[in-house]
């Protein structure tokens, strides 16, 4: 497949980039000193190497919602938390089902780990499937925009998002116990959610158990649920307007883990278990159930001497059941995944700035649809990667680069078939970049990747009605490795009073793979139903876009301080059959924050535009909304530990629908919403 020339928006980017840099290049200032000087246990980024990097000093884009942010932060699904975050959004199927997009991708471009583990769950294969961790669950979440981070294998093509819960300790706690306890309730869907941690420990053992609850009804909504524009397409009355039907979820979760912690490192073991119950907004009498059971092992080994300092290691083993219920209350499809994942890091022992690791992942897992709504056949997955990345820091410059290999190998008897099919994929993924610091709190890096990812078992074996998308999927059993080529530059400031990031990215895909529709109809018995018939195919594609933010202390004062804040985002796609389907439209949000020890408070406006570049006449423009926010919090005692917290959301009642959602002519976001809770952190 030939692949038009990047030359032109290379150099249009590279020109960009050139502009950005140029006034901090024309400074005459001594670089400043390497990031270790500086850099906090808060600052590193986990997620992107195993020897851990500054979030000020990363060439990929990143993000990180800390213990305290999710302390007080909404008790919503993964992708709904997220959702608003630069160049990030949400699939949005609802409440309980709700995946992150980045940069317009999803699915399995997407990787949701636990704890730098893949989930084992089915949440990739379709809209509808829930995600099987909860926010509440994490003390940390860190966020990869991009396909740059090489650990994690070329499934990453979109970026990652891990969610890092502490359930293996891996030190004593201060003072033998810590923890947090936090609780809320809101009144659009009249919801309750709590959440519970403790750790205690003493001498070389320490222990962890959570939980947690969170229960919803169908959420209020601003104006019918069928929006306008599919009100006018179908010729149709809008009616309702009240309460988004069978929207309501029930999710409990409880997890316990230990760990032996001694002067060498660390060798823990962990269980959780998952119950959830949710309703599909697609279908006002489907409901779903999930069931997960899931055992983790991690541990490093800390060297005295020689070329390594740590040798890490983590396991997973889960077993998964989504089952989903109609009108009758009698199961229907039933998803099974049954698998396990594991990885290791050696990680060199840094000399001169250099540092690096070098790793070895692999997994297998059965996957198995049963049941009249099945759309795809039973699949084995099995693939081992190894890989290498490495980081060169000279202070004032530096370089860092990677590579990774992967086989994957994917068994299924396709769907009215006799005989057994295999695929094999080796794929091929890396990157180079390189960084400067011009100037004192400023950073600037150029990277360019080149990943590669094998098809899905949804893309390769998919041949049945796909209630979740009103559509029916068909694979292609022939389809080659998606390969895709980035060039990003990235630029981080934090000096005075003003601090903030720009990315500015390309992408061009060699084999994007792509759902488009055939332009045929399949009448479904079963609902006596017609569905249009989308097929998977190759073409070329052009992502490119960026994301920006910053703060600026408009005044400060000892430990008070106000802030303007702002961001915005903006990707677009094109591939050979025109724009690509559920793009997200450009965003911008504008905050101003009041911030003391006792204290925070603010007011915040985001502004989400049209989208009216749609890929084919089953998907409709979007109409742009401005959504109005407050949040305020209050630590009324002298150790701050407890945090009383309150958030109105969407003030103005604004009917808003996300593009990227599947659902969003039939499902509008969440009307006007008041948040309260409080959180006790000990």
Do not use: C
Not at 420 to 443: I, Q, T, Y
Not at 467 to 496: C, S
Not at 641 to 652: I, M, Y
């Amino acid at each position: 497949m030939h692949v038009r020339s990047p030359s032109r928006h290379v150099l249009l980017t590279a020109a960009a980039w050139s502009v950005l840099a140029a006034p901090a290049l024309a400074q005459s200032v001594q670089p400043s000193a390497s990031p270790s000087d500086s850099t906090t246990l808060e600052d590193v980024i986990v997620t992107g190497a195993p020897y851990g990097v500054s979030q000020r000093a990363a060439v990929i884009a990143t993000d990180v919602l800390d213990e305290q942010t999710l302390a007080t932060a909404p008790s919503a699904s993964l992708g709904d938390l997220l959702n608003g975050r630069p160049g990030v959004r949400s699939t949005d199927f609802a409440p309980g089902a709700s995946r992150p997009v980045i940069r317009g991708l999803s699915g399995p471009r997407v990787q949701v780990l636990t704890n730098g583990i893949g989930l084992i769950d089915a949440s990739s294969v379709s809209p509808d499937h829930a995600v099987a961790t909860d926010p509440a669950e994490a003390n940390r979440i860190e966020i990869i925009r991009g396909p740059s981070t090489l650990v994690y294998g070329g499934s990453a093509i979109g970026g990652v998002v891990n969610v890092l819960d502490g359930r293996i300790p891996t030190e004593i706690p201060e003072g033998g116990i810590d923890g947090v306890v936090s609780g809320q309730v809101s009144s659009v869907d009249d919801g309750r959610g709590g959440f519970g941690r403790v750790t205690v420990g003493g001498g070389a053992f320490a222990f962890n158990i959570d939980a947690v609850k969170r229960r919803t009804d169908d959420y209020e909504i601003p104006s019918p649920s069928i929006s306008q524009r599919l009100a006018d397409a179908e010729g149709i009355e809008r009616e309702g307007g009240d309460t988004q039907p069978n929207s309501y979820t029930d999710l409990e979760a409880w997890g316990v883990g230990g760990a032996y912690i001694g002067d060498k490192g660390f060798a823990g073991l962990s269980y959780k278990e998952t119950d959830s119950e949710y309703g599909v907004v697609a279908e006002e009498s489907v409901f779903i159930k999930l069931n997960q059971e899931r055992w983790d092992a991690r541990g490093e080994y800390r060297f005295d001497q020689g070329p390594f300092s740590a040798l890490r290691g983590s396991y997973g083993h889960a077993d998964y059941t989504h089952t989903e219920f109609e009108d009758v209350g009698e199961p229907g499809t039933v998803f099974n995944s049954d698998g396990w994942e594991g990885r290791a890091d050696l990680v060199q022992r840094a000399r001169g700035g250099w540092n690096g690791a070098v790793g070895v992942q692999a997994l297998s897992r059965d996957f198995e649809a049963i049941g009249e709504e099945a759309f795809v056949p039973t699949v084995g997955i099995e693939e081992i990667g190894v890989y290498t990345v490495q980081r060169l820091d000279l202070g004032n410059h530096g370089f860092e680069g990677g590579l990774r290999y992967d086989r994957r190998t994917l068994n299924a008897v396709p769907l009215g078939e006799d005989a057994e099919v295999e695929r094999e994929f080796d794929n091929w993924s890396g990157s180079v970049a390189g960084f400067l610091r011009p100037a004192p709190g400023l950073f600037l890096g150029l990277s360019l990747a080149h990943n590669q990812r094998a098809p899905s078992e949804v893309e390769l074996f998919a041949d049945g009605v796909h209630i979740a998308t009103a559509a029916y999927e068909t694979g292609d059993i022939d389809l080659d490795t998606e390969k895709v080529t980035t060039l990003e530059g990235t630029a981080h400031y934090d000096r005075g009073r003003f601090s903030g990031d720009l990315h500015l990215y390309h992408s061009w895909y060699d084999g994007f793979i792509d759902e488009r529709p055939t332009g045929e109809e399949f009448l479904f018995e079963e609902e006596d139903e017609l569905f249009p018939v989308y097929q998977f195919v190759q073409t070329d594609a052009q992502f490119y876009g960026f994301e920006v933010e910053g703060a600026y202390a408009l005044w400060e004062d000892g430990d008070r301080k106000l802030s303007l804040e702002g961001a915005a985002d903006y990707v677009r796609a094109d591939t050979d059959l025109g724009p690509a389907a559920r793009i997200p439209p450009w965003s911008a949000t504008g905050r101003l924050a009041w911030t003391t020890a006792r204290y925070d408070a603010s007011v915040e406006v985001r502004h989400v535009a049209e989208q009216d570049r749609i890929a084919n006449e089953f998907e409709l423009p979007t109409d742009s909304y401005t959504l109005l926010n407050l949040a305020a919090a209050v630590r009324p005692f002298s150790d701050r530990n407890v945090t009383v917290f309150a958030e109105a959301r969407n003030l103005t009642d604004e009917e808003a629908r996300e593009h990227a959602s599947f659902l969003k002519d039939i499902a509008p976001l969440p009307g006007r919403n008041l948040r309260v809770g409080v959180a006790y952190r000990f």
